[in-house]
Structure formats: C-alpha cells, structure tokens
C-alpha cells in the first residue's frame, strides 16, 4: 500500500492573511519586523534594568540608589489596597517628574476632547438609532498633527471626575510626537492600531504596535507615539476606562487556557533616551482638559524599574477562540479579549471583543448572528479586510454603533441565502479578516465631533429596506389563519374545563355526580 504524498506547511508571513499567528511558523512571540524586546505575562510583578545591578537589592527605597539615580514610586491603586488589586511600580530614574520649570494650563490643541459624558452636558448627545461611521479622516498632508493633536472622542459615559465610566476615541496622525510627551491621569488607554505601524516610547521602555495589536497603558504613566519606520499616517481607535482596569475573563468550564492566553501579554524592558538635556513638555489630559509641563530633562530617563504599573501589548491573531462544537451560537462574550469591572459585580464596564478568522462548525443550526436587542451598548470597528459582512459601507477605520436596545442582525443577502442553505459542513469564516468590538453595558452619549465634525457619521447605520429582503414568511404560510382560529378555540376549551378547580360549588357538584 502506497501512502499518499507528505503536505508540509509553509509559512504565511502576511499577518492579516493568517488565520492564526501560528501560521508564520515563527519561533519568536513578535512580529518579524518587530524591534523591541519585551516581557511575557499578565498581572504579573515584572522588573527590568539597562545597567544590570541598577535595581537595589531587599529594598526599594535605599539611602544613595545606584549610580546617583533618583528613587520615584507610582501608585495606581490606593496603598492598602488588596494585593490582587494593589498596583505600583519603583522607578529609578535621572532626574524626578518633580523637577520640572512649571505648568501651563489648558494649553491650545487641535484635538476634539470631551470627557463630560452626564446628561447635563449639551456637547453631547444620544444616537436615536443605529450610526456608522465611514472611515475617519486622515489628516491633510499641508499640516503636521502628533498624537496629543489627533486625537478625538467618539462617545462615552461618566465622568473621569467620578472615577466611573468610559470613552470611545480615533487617533488619526501623520507626525511623531517632538520632545512631547502625553501623561493620561484619568484613565487607562487600551489602543487598537488599524492602520500605520506605531513606535511607542514610554517611561518603562517601548513598545511596536502594528495594525491587528492592542496595547494598553496605565494612568498617569507618560508616553510618546511616533510612527513606525516607513510609515507616515497612522489611525486607530481607543478606549479609556475610568476606575477600572482591563482584566482578562475568568474562563469557568473552559478551564485554565483559552481566549487571549496570559503569556501571550508583552511588557517593555527599561529604556534610556541618549540625549538626556533636551527641552520637552509633558502633555497631562486631565479631567478631559490638556495642560503641559516644561521640563529641562527627558522623561524617558529610567536606568531601572520594578512593579506592576506596566504598559503591555497583545497580538490579536493569537487569540485562541473557543465555540460550539455541536449546535447553536456560543455567546459573542466567548471573544472577549479583555473586561474592565464596574461597581456591580455582576456586569461589566467593558468588554472589548475580537472578531478574526475561526472555524464555524455548529451543526442544525442558523450560523449567522440572529437578531437581538442586546441590553449593552456595542461599538464595532473594521481593522482589516471586509468587516463581518456587516455592510457595504462598514470599513477598515471607521465603526458602528448600537446603543442599548438597538435592534439589529444581520442584514445582508447572506442572511437569506444561509436560511434556505442548511449546510452542516465545517467552514473558516472571517478570513483575512479582524474587527473589533468594545461592549458596554452603559448607554453612550456621543459628541460634536463623532456626530458632526468628523464629517463621516450616518445617522442611520443601515437602511431598513434591507429587511425587506427578509418577507413576512408566516402570514403565506397554508391555513395560517384557521390554525390560528383553532388554536384560539383549543385554548378556550381548555380554560374552561380549568375553571372548574376554582370553583369550591362546582367541584362539589361534580364529586357527587
Ligand atoms: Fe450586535
């Protein structure tokens, strides 16, 4: 007997036509064209140093710290709080943040920031029905826009006063960040890179992210973006959290492995700036306002740092997606990347979700999403390829939003096509594909810009003539109405032939029959 020829595999080195990382074949846990070094885990303690024997050894605070560093500490959590919820981190450093020639407040920008998101505020506004955005604009070529100029907010809810709430941004920027630098004090930045390769320098090293990779950095930790070699525009979206922090899901039945795996999470290692005497400005956005702080000295100046105050990176095509393997639809929340909590324990702030390629193997079953009114807000965003199938005009770097209650399914000819094709046949869907959705279970409020100045919404997602492509199939259906009339009768019938265990005088009438 003659065995059939050996099928090697070969390498896909194109992440967005992979259908998994693994696909590249690659041994290293980066990208190819990734520069950086990085550490791998989650919610772990991690420690890094340029000059090995930097960091002090069984304690944080010694009197003279090596090499004439200064010690300087950052909370995240309050000090006593509960060690899975307690976050900090030990710098050793140049020169302190304290060292700096003074504030300037509310400082000019070209960025469109709004972090009041309370009905009282007029600058912000419910969405009555589904809203798409088609792709967000780049910004022209005649003017220079960094990160702290392009960067606008979509939507949200809360307040960062209020230590409660979230919101929704698109960065659009086609300049480094010069001698500037961006220090977020209220709230957490989860950034999803669509298009353009990020090069992002914060004070405890750096970090690469390419379009399909999310990084996440910590409050009050000051970072710059500049744009990755041979790129000069880059777009993306972000969602900031406040008084939470982005977890990975506990997994219950599925056990200890799955979703997005905590090894798979990169953190930096310690950087230096070589030219350490340079002017620079550090940009706070602070209850939603910018106000900078000049310095003599650059902010990246760290020899050493130890905590778990880190900013990391994940690969969204390593996620490791789990579904039903024998019927019907796995809750989309069987995605979920990562989840921030909110105060009641039982519903999340935020969930941010992956859409990329999987099998789709559910057997006797309508495998498109049905139609639902889900009780969260769900805002989803095209990273690459065609987005779902959503629509026509869902792209790469725009989004769409359905606020809580929105009715809404799949409104494509696919949708009729796969009601009257009952195949059985496992399949890979969404490839060379991702997209990504942010659910939330407050209701949003959107802005000026997400509803106006961005030039680019539509109040109306999808034109409901779509469904007209889905008729109404019951009222063709034969005899429909004498099964209704039979039915109606049937259930009367049968509340009289009740009626009687209710009735003492009855019931007594009938025993003695
Ligand atoms: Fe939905």
Known sequence: MSLPPVQERKPIKDLQKVFHYTDTMSRKPTRDND??????????????????????????????????????????????????????????????????NGYKANIPHKSDIENCFLTLNPKVATLAEQGEWAPFPLPSDDQEIDFVDGLH???????????????????????DMDHRAFCNTDGDFLITAQLGNLDIQTELGKIFLQPGEICVIPRG?????????GHNV????????????????????IGGHGLANPRDFLHPVAFIDENLHED??????????????????????????????????????????QNATSIDHTDPSVNCVLTAASRDPNTPLADFLWFGPRWDVASNTFRLPYFHRNSATEFLASLYGNGLG?????????????????????????????????????????????TIMVESSRSFLFTEYARTGCGTFKDQGTDPKAWDALPDKFSAYPNIQKILQHAKEHKEARRQQLEIFYDDDRLAENASE
């Open 153 to 175: 907010t979509l939507g949200g809810s809360g307040d960062p006063n209020l230590r409660e709430g979230i919101a929704l941004y698109v960065y659009m920027i086609n300049s």
């Open 280 to 321: 620079w400005a550090i940009v706070n956005k602070a209850n939603g306002l910018y106000h900078a702080i000049e310095q003599d000295h650059s902010p990246f100046d760290l020899v050493a740092w130890h905590g778990n105050v880190v900013p990391y990176k994940y690969d969204l095509t390593k996620f490791s997606s």
């Open 390 to 434: 959503r629509s026509d005009d869902f792209l790469p770097g725009g989004g769409s939003v359905e606020i809580s209650h929105t009715p809404h399914g799949n409104f494509s000819e696919d949708y009729v096509y796969e009601m009257r094709n009952q195949v059985n046949e496992p399949r890979k869907i969404l490839e060379n594909q991702m």
């Open 35 to 100: 520069p950086y070094e990085y550490q791998a885990g989650f919610g772990n303690r991690h420690q890094s140093e340029v000059i090995p024997g930097t960091l002090p050894a069984g304690q944080n605070n010694p009197q003279e710290p090596r090499f004439g560093l200064y010690t300087e500490g950052i909370t995240y959590s309050a000090f006593a709080a509960p060690r899975h919820a307690n976050f900090s981190t030990y710098m050793y450093r140049v020169r302190p943040a304290a060292a700096h």
């Open 234 to 253: 880059a777009r993306g979206y972000i969602t900031e959290i406040w008084g939470s922090r982005w977890e990975l899901p506990d997994l219950g039945p």
């Open 221 to 229: 930790l000051r970072f710059a973006i500049r744009l990755g070699p």
